[in-house]
């Protein structure tokens, strides 16, 4: 980014002081490069304003119209600030900052200063969105609440991680405990929620804690649907002894591109190998079932093995259209 700017000003010195110019000049073509870097940043920069922003508001309408009303709990610091709110009446909006503030200190230790920035920005973006615009309350039905108040709380948590940042710390902790204990992320978040979950029942009722927890597990849902997108992948690796047969059919046929690899295959009791060429693929979901037929028609002994893709970037999936 810096160099980047650096070659924007020295080239408005080259046009605008002809009697000192600078030590380099930079070509026509440095400059376009220039320019493009420069746009690529903006729009990113824009958004990830967007993730966030989108992400603050979806947040303040699952707290306020479902959760607050009713008090109903989440996981996390979330969870926390609006258990204390509840319990003592302090201002949630105070409270989400302030139990925040830990997680964003650890995560400018371990993701580094922008991620901390952005991170305390949608906090304090969501914390004044709570105490200045005010959600009316759309239904009393607990179920409704739980399941829509986790939907509109997990969609929030999600757009804002799609933006670079994060409206509850209790992840960021996670990751840094994770590290020095060795343990998983997964284990982290469940102790914390157990206390949260806990002290819900203990200071409401069961119940409440119960629908807390389909609250929860509803934005965890979300909050995964969100960030890995509505298409789902697969990564399909094929061995055969008619691999440009199948090459040619997943490129005619399935209009997918393809990974070629030079492998040797092992096999037999004395440990006989034969080269080969190993197929790679990435396809929707949708075409499973018609690469598999076609694969039966061209070699029934082809071993094939799918693995699970959580996203792709580039190439040429996401451009072209899924042949039926």
Same mark, same amino acid.
């Given at each position: +980014?810096?160099?980047?700017?650096?070659?924007?000003?020295?080239?408005?010195?080259?046009?605008?002081?002809?009697?000192?110019?600078?030590?380099?000049?930079?070509? /026509?073509?440095?400059?376009?490069?220039?320019?493009?870097?420069?746009?690529?940043?903006?729009?990113?920069?824009?958004?990830?304003?967007?993730?966030?922003?989108?992400?603050?508001?979806?947040?303040?309408?699952?707290?306020?119209?479902?959760?607050?009303?009713?008090?109903?709990?989440?996981?996390?610091?979330?969870?926390?600030?609006?258990?204390?709110?509840?319990?003592?009446?302090?201002?949630?909006?105070?409270?989400?900052?302030?139990?925040?503030?830990?997680?964003?200190?650890?995560?400018?230790?371990?993701?580094?200063?922008?991620?901390?920035?952005?991170?305390?920005?949608?906090?304090?973006?969501?914390?004044?969105?709570?105490?200045?615009?005010?959600?009316?309350?759309?239904?009393? /039905?607990?179920?409704?609440?739980?399941?829509?108040?986790?939907?509109?709380?997990?969609?929030?948590?999600?757009?804002?991680?799609?933006?670079?940042?994060?409206?509850?710390?209790?992840?960021?902790?996670?990751?840094?405990?994770?590290?020095?204990?060795?343990?998983?992320?997964?284990?982290?978040?469940?102790?914390?929620?157990?206390?949260?979950?806990?002290?819900?029942?203990?200071?409401?009722?069961?119940?409440?804690?119960?629908?807390?927890?389909?609250?929860?597990?509803?934005?965890?849902?979300?909050?995964?649907?969100?960030?890995?997108?509505?298409?789902?992948?697969?990564?399909?690796?094929?061995?055969?002894?008619?691999?440009?047969?199948?090459?040619?059919?997943?490129?005619?046929?399935?209009?997918?591109?393809?990974?070629?690899?030079?492998?040797?295959?092992?096999?037999?009791?004395?440990?006989?190998?034969?080269?080969? /060429?190993?197929?790679?693929?990435?396809?929707?979901?949708?075409?499973?079932?018609?690469?598999?037929?076609?694969?039966?028609?061209?070699?029934?002994?082809?071993?094939?093995?799918?693995?699970?893709?959580? /996203?792709?970037?580039?190439? +040429?999936?996401?451009?072209?259209?899924?042949?039926?």
């Amino acid at each position: +980014m810096n160099i980047l700017w650096k070659k924007i000003v020295l080239r408005s010195l080259q046009s605008t002081d002809k009697k000192n110019p600078v030590s380099k000049r930079y070509s /026509d073509q440095e400059l376009e490069e220039a320019s493009k870097e420069l746009f690529v940043v903006i729009r990113i920069f824009i958004r990830n304003i967007l993730f966030i922003t989108f992400g603050i508001f979806a947040a303040a309408i699952g707290l306020e119209s479902f959760l607050l009303p009713n008090k109903f709990l989440d996981g996390g610091a979330t969870g926390i600030a609006l258990l204390i709110s509840e319990v003592s009446s302090f201002s949630l909006s105070i409270l989400l900052i302030l139990i925040n503030l830990p997680f964003i200190f650890i995560g400018y230790k371990t993701m580094g200063t922008r991620f901390a920035l952005k991170t305390a920005a949608a906090i304090g973006g969501l914390a004044l969105v709570t105490a200045t615009v005010h959600f009316p309350a759309i239904t009393h /039905d607990k179920l409704l609440v739980a399941v829509f108040g986790g939907f509109f709380l997990g969609a929030g948590v999600g757009l804002t991680i799609r933006g670079g940042a994060v409206l509850d710390g209790t992840e960021v902790l996670a990751i840094a405990l994770s590290k020095k204990l060795g343990t998983t992320i997964g284990d982290i978040i469940i102790i914390i929620n157990i206390f949260v979950f806990s002290s819900a029942a203990y200071f409401f009722t069961i119940e409440t804690a119960l629908y807390s927890v389909i609250t929860y597990l509803a934005a965890t849902k979300i909050i995964d649907f969100t960030i890995d997108g509505i298409e789902e992948y697969t990564g399909i690796t094929i061995i055969s002894i008619l691999s440009e047969e199948i090459r040619l059919m997943i490129i005619n046929e399935l209009g997918r591109g393809v990974t070629v690899y030079k492998g040797r295959g092992g096999y037999g009791n004395h440990g006989e190998t034969t080269d080969m /060429d190993i197929i790679y693929t990435v396809i929707t979901r949708l075409e499973i079932s018609k690469l598999n037929s076609e694969i039966q028609k061209i070699d029934p002994s082809a071993f094939v093995v799918m693995s699970s893709i959580k /996203d792709t970037k580039g190439g +040429m999936i996401k451009r072209r259209p899924f042949k039926h």
